[in-house]
C-alpha cells in the first residue's frame, strides 16, 4: 500500500469523523473540499458502501476460508508424522482443492507463484523455516530422537489398543533385474577369474511390501519402468492379487502410493483384530499426499513416519527381509544362467519371484525384524542400549587358497556301475594299469551322467522360458495398475477367441479340400461318360441328332456343375 493512498486514507477517515459528528444533513461538498477528499468516495465510505484496502478481505483469493483450514490441518498432520512439508507439495495440494472445487467446462484455475507467501503471511502460526542438511552421523547419534519416537509410539499404541496382528511395517525394495552378485564357487584352478557369461539387463524394477508383527505378508506391489503392460507378464505362478503397474522411471509416484494404500486396505481389512492399524513406514521419500492422509483416516489406518536416516535400524523390512531377498534374487539369476538363461529379463523376474517371496517371507524372518527393532515386543532398549556405537565390519578377508593334493578316489554314484567297479578291482589279476582305466572310465560315466542331468535341466527351463516369452510382445493394457488374476483373465479371453478364430480357420481349409476333391472327381467322371459316348457314335455309320443332344447335355451338365463347385469353393 502506497504512502499516498495512507495519506488519503487517514483524511478520508478524519472527513468521516466530521460527517459523522454532523446532528442533520451532512454537506459532503464542503466537508470533501475541507478535507481534499472526492465528494463520491466519502459519499460511498459513509453509506457502507466501499471499504479501505487495509480492512476490506481480499477479492483476489484462490482458497476460500474453508480451502485454507483444510491446508492448514494438512500441515499439521505432516508435522505430526515429522514430515516435510515442502513448498512444491503445499502448492500441488492448493491446486487439488482448487481442481475438485471447479464445475465449469474450462481448465481447473491454479494458485499463482506467490501465493505461498502470501499464505503464510495470512496465518501467523506458520513459519518458513530453512532445512538444514546434517551429516548422517550425527542424525544417527540423536539418541533423544529415537527415545522420542519410541515414546510416541508406545503412546499411539496404547491410546489406540493396537494389537500384534495390527502392527504392519511398509517399505519398496528395488532391483536390477538381471544383475546377481558374488557367488562362491568350488574349482580346481583357483587362480583364473571365475566369471558367468550372462547378456544382463539392467532394466529396475521395484516392489512395495507389507509384513506385520505376527508374522503376515501380502501380496506386493511391483512396479516396472515401462509404458505398457505385456501379456507375458501373467505367464507366471504369482498370486492372483499380486499388483502390477508401469510407470516412466520404475519407481513409485503419489498416484501408485494412493493406489497402493487401497490395495493393503482391502487385503488386510479381513486380518484386523482391533480397530484400527498401524502402519510404520520410512518418511524419507514417502508420498504422504491430502489424498493418502484421508483415505487412512477414512479406513482407520494410523500411517507411522520412522525419524529420518534410521530405516536400517529401526525398519523391519529393512533389518531382516530385504537383505535375504536380494539373496534369493541373486541365487535365482544364477539359477536361470546355468540352466541357460542369457537374458534374466523382466519375464523371467515374474516367474522367479514366487519362489525368491515363499524363501524370504517366512514368519520367523519376519517376525525377528520386529524384534530386533524394539517396535514388538516394545523394546526400547534393544536399540538404545547400543546406540551410537556403530562397527564398521568389513566383509570377509579372502585369503589364497591353496590347491588341494589331487587324489584319484572313487565316486559313490551310478549304483550299477560302481558294484561292477568294485568287483573289478578285487581281481587280482588285473594289473595297476587297467585298474586306474576302469576307474577313470567310471569317473567319465559320472561326470556324463550329471552333464545329461543338466542338459536335461537346461531344456526343461528352456522351455518353460519359451512358453513365457511366447506372448511377450502382446499388450494387455496400456499404462495404470492391473491385478496379476486380471491381465490372467485377459490373457486367457484373448486365447480363446485366437483358438476359435484358429479352428475356424482350419475348417475353412478343410471345406475347401473337400470341395477341390469333389470337383476334381466330377470332371473325371465326366470324361469318361464323353469318352463313351463318341465310342457309341463312331461305332455306328454317324453321329445321329439323339447323339448330339446328348454331348450338348453332358457339356450343360458339365457347366451347372463347375459353377456349383465354384459357389461351394467360395470363402
Known sequence: MSSTYKETEEQLECALEEVRACKGKPNFAKIAKKWKVHRQRLSRRFQGKTQSKSTRPPTNRKLNSAQEQALMAYVAALDRLELSARPALLVASA??????????????????????????????????VKQKSRELSRMLQDRPTLKRFFGKLKKTMDEHGITQDDIWNVDEVGFRIGVGGKQWIVTLNPSKDAHLASETCRDSVTCIEAVSAAGQHIAPLIIFAAAQHSESWSNNDLSDDTLLAVSANGYTDDILALRWIKHFNELTLKMTKGNKRLLIFDGHGSHCTKQFLEYCEQSNIIPFSLPPHSSHILQPLDVSVFQPMKHWHREAIDKATRSGCTNFNKIEFLAALTSIRKATMQ???????????????????????????????????????????????????????????????????????????IRGAHIQAQAGSL??????????????????AERQRKVVQSGGVLYSGQARSITQEKLQQEEAEERRREFVKVRRTANKSKAEGWRQVFAQMRKVVKARAKAKSGVSAATTDTLEDLDNDADEGDNDLDLLLLP
Open 95 to 128: 491446486n487439488q482443492l482448487l481442481a475438485a472445487a471447479h464445475q465449469g467446462s474450462g481448465p481447473p484455475p491454479v494458485v499463482g507463484k506467490n501465493w505461498l507467501g502470501s499464505f503464510v503471511k495470512r496465518h501467523p502460526q506458520l513459519h518458513r
Open 363 to 437: 514368519p520367523n524372518t519376519i517376525k525377528a525384524g520386529f524384534r530386533l527393532t524394539g517396535l514388538f515386543p516394545f523394546n526400547p532398549e534393544m536399540i538404545l542400549v547400543k546406540f551410537p556405537e556403530h562397527s564398521n565390519d568389513s566383509g570377509p578377508a579372502t585369503g589364497s587358497s591353496s590347491l588341494p593334493t589331487a587324489t584319484i578316489s572313487t565316486p559313490k554314484t551310478l549304483r550299477s556301475l560302481s558294484r561292477t567297479v568294485n568287483v573289478l578291482e578285487r581281481r587280482n589279476d588285473l594289473s595297476p594299469t587297467v585298474i586306474k582305466c
Open 451 to 468: 552333464a545329461v542331468t543338466a542338459l536335461e535341466v537346461q531344456t526343461a527351463a528352456q522351455q518353460e522360458r519359451n512358453a513365457r
